[in-house]
């Protein structure tokens, strides 16, 4: 059975949700929180092996509020002065390639990954 794809549906809210200030303060706030590998001291000369790392979005979210646990993710937005629902669409804009495949799904209680049939 084939899944129709409908148009994403823009509501008020949507819009003003995603402020481009508090995207880039999530993109702030995220980017601190990303792994460094082969980290170099700054008196080396010699260039990184490898650059930092982008954060994995998917782990990010999830870690943060837990598999279903709402007061987790309402502490983190509370924490970091920004709407659960908008935390939600940040991390489906992220995820908006996995989330059109069928792969995933992204709400209030994590994302969860959807198993495909054979």
Known sequence: MALKKSAPVETETTKSSLS???????????ASTSV?????????????KKAAKKPNYKNIFNVHMGTGDKAR?????????????????FAIEHLI?????GKCTVSKSGIRTIKKEA
């Open 20 to 30: 481009p200030e508090l995207m880039s303060q999530f993109q702030n706030n995220f």
């Open 73 to 89: 993710l309402k502490t983190f937005c509370a924490a970091h002065e920004v709407p659960i629902n908008t935390f939600i669409l």
């Open 36 to 48: 460094v590998e082969n980290e170099v001291p700054a008196e080396s000369t010699e260039e990184p």
């Open 97 to 101: 390639d996995e989330v059109e495949e």
